[in-house]
Nanobody, 114 residues
Framework: QVQLVESGGGKVQPGGSLRLSCAASGFTFHTYAMNWYRQAPGKERESVARITAAGGSTDYADSVKGRFTISRDNVKNMVYLQMNNLKPEDTAVYYC???????WGQGTQVTVSS
């Protein structure tokens, strides 16, 4: 069974940083591209970042480019999202997703507020 477990969310002041983690199991992790999505209150879920299976290429939403970095460890079956210079508009529940499959984690809450 596929399992994705996010962690690392919390409350941070504007300009602060957080690193989110996603632990994956139940599938051949190293053969799949991975995504981070987020959903803010009253908003549709949006893709934030994507990383290829081997980790050699990444893509970001314009709203987070230059501030967020996605990475992965195919030995530990982990994917990460480093978030720097956080803004109030980054407040959302962040989800880990297998790009080509309809599997989601439970999400982790990120709140950016002074």
């Amino acid at each position: 069974q596929v399992q994705l477990v996010e962690s690392g969310g919390g409350k941070v002041q504007p300009g602060g940083s957080l690193r989110l983690s996603c632990a994956a199991s139940g599938f051949t992790f190293h053969t799949y591209a991975m995504n981070w999505y987020r959903q803010a209150p009253g908003k549709e879920r949006e893709s934030v970042a994507r990383i290829t299976a081997a980790g050699g290429s990444t893509d970001y939403a314009d709203s987070v480019k230059g501030r967020f970095t996605i990475s992965r460890d195919n030995v530990k079956n982990m994917v990460y999202l480093q978030m720097n210079n956080l803004k109030p508009e980054d407040t959302a529940v962040y989800y880990c997703k297998v790009w080509a499959l309809n599997y989601w984690g439970q999400g982790t809450q990120v709140t950016v507020s002074s």
